[in-house]
């Protein structure tokens, strides 16, 4: 099939819009309830303007997007491709590892679990093993593998998954910043035509990280988000 006809099949279409459904903000899974530290950053002036901020998501993007999250979301496509619990298992576990503070450990959880729900409610088929009823901070409850979930239920490709899972990123990680800075709206604007630029060679370059390479480093968000968790005035989720 031509790149003409596979832009005319309705099917593709319809997981388009799906993918839309996966990313949007009115999805009620909390993903506008966090900033991942960034709020404690502003508030010691790490983050006073929109070239800092710009400076600490490229941070974000290229020692964690790239090297754990994207790199994760194909290992578990690819064994609900051909239903490996092991992998799935494995690769839960180390996300979850990876989360340096517990407040990172709880937002991939409470996002997770939330998502699973929606999940469960929209009729996809959820297997027990994946959201294990007797442990509440089970690792496979976590966000990438419900995504992952979702996508292969709607038909959309792991390209445009990892698309999509980085554009929400984004928009989440911007909007906090339009709020916390405080930018303009058409800063805001700005830094995602800036970061989005930044994004195809993000995919790129994931899909090119071997096993022994997969994980974040990113020492400042981490003593961000430590910090946000005893922060005395808070806006977003700890």
């Known amino acids: ?23 949007s903000p009115s999805l009620p899974i909390g993903g506008f309830t966090y900033s991942q530290g960034l709020e404690w950053a502003i508030e010691k002036g790490w983050v006073s303007n929109q070239p800092q901020l710009m400076q600490w998501l490229e941070m974000m993007l290229k020692n964690s997007l ?19 619990e092991d992998c799935i298992q494995y690769w839960s576990n180390y996300l979850y590892s990876c989360r340096e503070t517990s407040e990172l450990r709880a937002e991939e959880l409470q ?53 999509g899972y980085l554009w929400s990123w984004a928009e989440n990680i911007v909007t906090a910043g339009v709020k916390l800075v405080p ?22 370059r994931a899909s090119q990280i071997q096993d022994d390479d ?3 480093f990113t020492p400042s968000v981490a003593i961000a988000s430590s910090r946000h968790e005893t922060q005395y005035t808070r806006l977003f989720r700890s």
């Open 1 to 23: 099939m031509s790149d003409e006809q596979q832009s005319q099949n309705p099917v593709n279409d319809v997981a388009c819009f799906r993918l839309f459904q996966l990313i």
């Open 66 to 84: 790239t090297t754990l999250e994207l790199p994760i979301v194909a290992k578990f496509y690819q064994a609900l491709e051909e239903d490996d």
């Open 111 to 163: 996002r997770g679990k939330a998502l699973f729900t929606l999940l469960k409610q929209l009729d996809i088929p959820i297997k027990a093993s994946w959201q294990p009823q007797d442990d509440p901070n089970a690792a496979t409850q976590n966000q990438l593998l419900g995504f992952c979930i979702a996508a292969k239920q709607w038909g959309i490709s792991l390209h445009h998954l990892q698309q």
């Open 183 to 204: 930018l303009g709206q058409t800063a805001g604007q700005r830094s995602l035509i800036q970061l989005s630029q930044w994004l195809p060679q993000a995919i790129v």
């Open 214 to 216: 997969i994980g974040s």
